[in-house]
């Protein structure tokens, strides 16, 4: 049995995972926003060990879903779970000055990493639309571009590819992967969505706790538990090494991997 994390997981895929690994006798820890969620969650999966709740838009909640999860003991497995989608109409700025697809989708991944006690496995998921991504660190908060959502939320993923490989350079001990679930109709992928429901959750499930000499690597990109290539960009380490340095100067934490 292998105690997983999953931030984001009141709902959507987050939850779907859950429900996966505890079928198959794993222990699961959710993360919900705040607390109706909270209550929302453990209704939804009772079998899960616990809820963690603090909203992942702001440092102080980031940290306080570190603290919360690590007071619970280590995780064997994290999976990234949480996002905001491609279809924010306008920049909306957190109380930390970043803007919130930055913070949820590529910070808090970034500094849950740095403050969770290590555990053996770290699962961040991307998007297909990570290949459209922009890895430049000029404006990543978008204070002097127009705003646009489908292209803040691509670099976004991006930036979770890189933050996974990133990982799997410097922390060689632990198997840090990322992968895209599809596009499928969850809230954030919208009614038109044309993937399959039953097949998103299972990869990231997968990577979190299976044996399978196919799942037990590091720094490498998953479709459907298949091996994908990856935007070439996320394997360059310079890329790695600045978007590091800027997430650790953005949360005034120690670097992952230091």
């Known amino acids: ?10 709902d959507g895929l987050g939850l779907m995972a859950a429900r996966l690994l505890v079928a198959d006798g794993h222990s699961v820890t959710l993360h919900a926003r705040n607390q109706a969620r909270a209550d929302d969650s453990r209704a939804a999966l009772p079998e899960a060990d616990g809820v963690v709740t603090g909203d992942l838009s702001s440092l102080a909640g980031m940290r306080q879903v570190a ?5 619970s003991g280590r995780f064997d497995a994290v999976i990234h779970n949480a996002g905001i989608g491609y279809r924010e109409p306008r920049r909306v700025e957190t109380d930390d000055g970043l803007t919130r697809v930055f ?6 991944p970034y ?11 770290l699962v961040y998921l991307s998007s297909g639309m990570h290949r459209g991504g922009d890895t430049s660190l000029e404006d990543p908060q978008w204070t002097h571009r127009r705003w646009n959502g489908a292209q803040a939320y691509s ?13 799997a350079r410097r922390w060689p001990a632990v198997r840090s992967n990322a992968l895209e679930p599809g596009w499928v109709p969850t809230k954030m992928g919208g009614p038109g969505a044309p993937g399959d429901m039953s097949l998103a959750p299972v990869t990231q499930a997968w990577l979190a706790v299976s044996t399978d000499p196919e799942a ?5 990109y998953f479709y459907h538990q298949k091996l994908r290539p990856a935007h070439p960009a996320a394997h360059d380490v310079t890329v790695q ?3 590091v340095r ?5 949360s005034e934490e120690r670097r992952v991997g230091k």
């Open 67 to 71: 603290g919360q999860a690590n007071a």
């Open 1 to 10: 049995m292998s105690r997983v994390f999953i931030t984001g997981s009141s």
């Open 111 to 121: 500094l849950l990493t740095a403050l969770i006690e290590r555990p053996g496995r």
């Open 216 to 220: 037990m690597v590091s720094g490498e």
């Open 246 to 250: 800027y997430c650790a100067d953005r």
């Open 103 to 108: 913070a949820v989708n590529v910070l808090a």
């Open 241 to 243: 090494d600045q978007l």
């Open 155 to 167: 670099d976004s993923k991006l930036f979770d590819v890189v933050l996974a490989f990133a990982v």
